[in-house]
């Protein structure tokens, strides 16, 4: 059983749309995260949730929309993808918030936007 | 602000033998935790090992040990006997006791060779 998964794996779409990404977690966790990594492997948090609530909102554009349906999901909505946005998008959980607490990766999507 | 620091973008071991992967930080925190993760190719995070800040004792996870030396805030990874499958980017991140936004280190790249 996969603990944090990822959909689609690959994502390859024109500049101008707005495509979804869609992670959920199977260990109980109340805290999710999205991290872009970009073309250099450079991996930085764009936003967390708590029990469904936004915790942390790096300055990541507005076109960047997380949604938490609950606290098994947190999906990413980016509207009118550019070129820029072509990265790896991991999702992850933790037990909590606190510093302590280890972070569980998703398998990633590649984003290509063309 | 924390930063976490790799000075070696690539390395390489023959398999069977050690190695050292080096991490420096930076933080103002007076608990926070260290971590090492693997990416292979694969492109999943894997955790490797973690190490809380206000324990002397250093980490062991089988062939994964540390060298937590926090006066000097070095946080180095050793893999002993190095197989194949270790070849991976390894990245070092830091999470503090209130913050805990997870930074990653820009990476290193270690080829294991036969």
């Known amino acids: 059983d996969t603990a944090v998964s990822q959909t689609p794996k690959y994502l390859v779409t024109q500049m101008g749309n707005d495509k979804s990404i869609k992670c959920e977690q199977n260990?109980?966790?109340?805290?999710m995260y999205w991290y872009k990594q970009d073309s250099k492997k450079f991996l930085k948090i764009m936003f967390s949730y708590n029990n469904k609530e936004l915790i942390i909102n790096e300055t990541v554009p507005n076109r960047f929309s997380p949604k938490s349906p609950d606290k098994a999901h947190l999906n990413l909505h980016i509207n009118s993808l550019e070129l820029g946005d072509s990265a790896v998008y991991f999702c992850a959980s933790s037990r909590g918030t606190g510093g302590q607490e280890t972070q569980y990766f998703g398998p990633g999507t590649r984003l290509l936007v063309l | 602000a924390q930063t976490v620091t790799q000075s070696q973008p690539e390395m390489s071991v023959q398999e069977a033998e050690t190695v050292t992967l080096s991490c420096t930080y930076d933080?103002?925190?007076?608990?926070?935790?260290l971590f090492w993760y693997k990416q292979p190719p694969s492109r999943q995070m894997i955790l490797v090992i973690r190490q809380e800040a206000y324990k002397q004792q250093n980490a062991t996870e089988n062939r994964f040990s540390v060298n937590f030396q926090k006066a000097a805030k070095s946080f180095s990874l050793k893999i002993s006997d190095s197989q194949l499958g270790d070849t991976a980017m390894y990245f070092c991140?830091?999470?503090?006791?209130?913050?805990?936004?997870?930074?990653f280190g820009k990476g290193t790249l270690l080829t294991v060779n036969p």
């Open positions: 260990l109980g966790h109340d805290t």
């Open positions: 933080t103002s925190e007076s608990n926070y935790y």
């Open positions: 991140a830091l999470s503090g006791g209130s913050n805990y936004k997870l930074t």
